[in-house]
């Protein structure tokens, strides 16, 4: 079984301050996939990065970048220069190959203080 | 860029009625879609990944005769919630995977609120 744990229900920090969401993942797969998706207000989900599993680099999107520790089966996002507009919930999510399907962690609320 | 679609964004019934949501890929075929219920503060839960053209696969503890899901073309799956009662209220999300060769990554719909008096 694949699962997903968020262990910060919620997160604040300060305008321009760095931020790190913690997650950790099992799976039985080698083929699989992990994502940060970004849940504002709006609760349109927005895709913020992507990490392919076979990759040993961490992807990095803009303010956004991973620490993907794969024997450890933990996938933080780390954001940078925190804006008023990062203020959401924040799911990590798992993609098995096998099973093609998403499953989500519980989330974080995130909150950015002016 | 590739978008998903969905309708009615909010909706109320009655309890007893049946509601219908539908998904729609805008500029892409999808033979796959997926549909997701959320509850408030809660995270997404996968209820049923909907096939075109044949029958759709639920998860476990999700009454198929409940939320009936049809994927008759390549660029709308419905979701129909039968015989709706408060509980059923909730966020609803579908998403369709981003091409064959990149299913893992999926485009998601902006929700559908349910409301069930």
């Known amino acids: 079984a694949q699962t997903v744990t968020q262990s910060q229900p919620e997160m604040s920090v300060q305008e321009a301050e760095t931020v790190t969401l913690s997650c950790t993942y099992d799976?039985?797969?080698?083929?699989?996939?992990l994502f940060w998706y970004k849940q504002p207000p709006s609760r349109q989900m927005i895709l913020v990065i992507r990490q392919e599993a076979y990759k040993q680099q961490n992807a990095t999107e803009n303010r956004f970048s991973v620490n993907f520790q794969k024997a450890a089966k933990s996938f933080s996002l780390k954001i940078s220069d925190s804006q008023l507009g990062d203020t959401a919930m924040y799911f990590c999510?798992?993609?098995?190959?096998?099973?093609?399907?998403?499953?989500f962690g519980k989330g974080t609320k995130l909150t950015v203080n002016p | 860029g590739a978008v998903v679609s969905q309708h009615p964004s909010w909706v109320i019934c009655k309890s007893g009625t049946s509601v219908k949501i539908e998904c729609r890929s805008l500029?892409?075929?999808?033979?796959?879609m997926f549909w997701y219920r959320q509850f408030p503060k809660q995270s997404l839960m996968l209820m049923a990944t909907?096939?075109?053209?044949?029958?759709?696969?639920?998860e476990q503890g999700v009454e198929k005769d409940k939320f009936l899901i049809n994927h008759a073309s390549l660029t709308l799956s419905t979701l129909t919630v039968t015989s709706a009662h408060p509980e059923d209220s909730s966020f609803y999300i579908c998403?369709?995977?981003?091409?064959?060769?990149?299913?893992?990554?999926?485009?998601f719909g902006p929700g559908t609120r349910l409301t069930v008096l």
């Open positions: 799976t039985s797969e080698n083929n699989y996939y």
């Open positions: 998403s369709a995977p981003k091409s064959r060769s990149r299913p893992d990554t999926q485009y």
């Open positions: 500029d892409f075929q999808a033979t796959t």
């Open positions: 999510a798992l993609f098995q190959g096998g099973s093609e399907k998403l499953v």
């Open positions: 909907s096939n075109e053209g044949s029958k759709a696969t639920y």
